[in-house]
């Protein structure tokens, strides 16, 4: 498998959701230090700015994790489902399941206060698009998989 192809499917899996991460943790911030009238220093004194911040660093970490993809240049690792499979998702969404473990307050649901209750679902939020996006880049790449296997099939 070319690496130009896997980088497109990582693109689509990990980093899309980190940008995405990153610009509304952005835009969280300038719109709470707009609405309560505060300064970029007073704001980070809050524990909520920190909580904010540990959202695209998190999903940062997902994209780390989500580097073994390109362990599916191997013809003998891309053409087996288990081992692609495993190479996709394995280290990404362990991870996603140690900070749904560790890092989301189930509680909040019983008794929710605004900043735990806009932290948790946006934490929750980014989780699940990289969760989807690793879900929906695997099955494009094995598609085109499925194809070059046709193609060679064809040629044969």
């Known amino acids: 498998m070319d690496i130009r192809t896997l980088q497109v499917f990582y693109k689509a899996g ?23 009238n505060i300064s970029f220093e007073e704001f980070f004194d ?6 904010l911040i540990k959202i695209p660093v998190l999903s940062g ?15 003998k690792i891309a053409w087996s489902v288990v081992y ?5 998702a394995l280290a990404p969404c362990c991870f996603i399941a140690y900070v ?12 929710p206060s605004r900043r ?14 990289h969760f989807i996006g690793l879900i929906i ?13 046709k193609k060679k099939k064809e040629k044969q």
Not at 14 to 36: E, K
Not at 100 to 111: F, G, K
Not at 137 to 149: A, E, L, T
Request: aromatic residues 18%; hydrophobic residues 55%.
């Open 61 to 75: 970490l997902v994209a780390l994790f989500a580097l073994t993809i390109f362990l599916n240049s191997y013809k």
């Open 84 to 88: 692609s499979l495993l190479c996709w």
């Open 137 to 149: 880049s695997y099955i494009d790449f094995r598609g085109s998989i499925h194809v070059m296997q």
């Open 14 to 36: 990990a980093l899309i959701p980190f940008y995405t991460a990153s610009v509304f943790s952005i835009l969280l911030v300038i719109i709470r230090v707009l609405t309560a």
């Open 100 to 111: 749904l473990c560790t890092q989301i307050d189930w509680l909040v649901i019983n008794h």
């Open 116 to 129: 735990t209750l806009v932290t948790t679902t946006y934490t929750f939020c980014i989780l699940f698009l």
């Open 46 to 51: 809050d524990e909520y700015a920190y909580e």
